[in-house]
């Protein structure tokens, strides 16, 4: 049973910093592209970075280039979000996601963490 479980979400003020984290566990992490979405209130779900199976190859969102950085430790099946100078926009659930080496979608979610920007 694939499982995908986040952590690190908070409270925060403006211009502060929280680091997210994604334990994967029933399913062969090495081999799966991973990303973050986030879901804000009333808006879809959004794409916020990925990164290869490898680790060297990364894509971020428009929004949050320059400020947040995607990173996985293959060794112990975590994905990181680290998310620097926050935004009262960047206010959302954030979603860790995995998919396979030959998908197209993601394939499995996790249930999310909130994060809070306050300004």
């Known amino acids: 049973q694939v499982q995908l479980v986040e952590s690190g979400g908070g409270l925060v003020q403006a211009g502060g910093s929280l680091r997210l984290s994604c334990a994967a566990s029933?399913?062969?992490?090495?081999?799966?592209?991973m990303a973050w979405f986030r879901q804000a209130p009333g808006k879809e779900r959004a794409f916020v970075a990925s990164i290869n199976w490898g680790g060297a190859g990364t894509n971020y969102a428009d929004s949050v280039k320059g400020r947040f950085t995607i990173s996985r430790d293959n060794a112990r099946n975590t994905v990181h979000l680290q998310m620097n100078s926050l935004k009262p926009e960047d206010t959302a659930v954030y979603y860790c996601?995995?998919?396979?080496?030959?998908?197209?979608?993601?394939?499995?979610w996790g249930q999310g963490t909130q994060v809070t920007v306050s300004s």
């Open positions: 996601a995995a998919r396979g080496p030959a998908a197209v979608k993601y394939d499995y």
């Open positions: 029933g399913l062969p992490f090495s081999s799966y592209h």
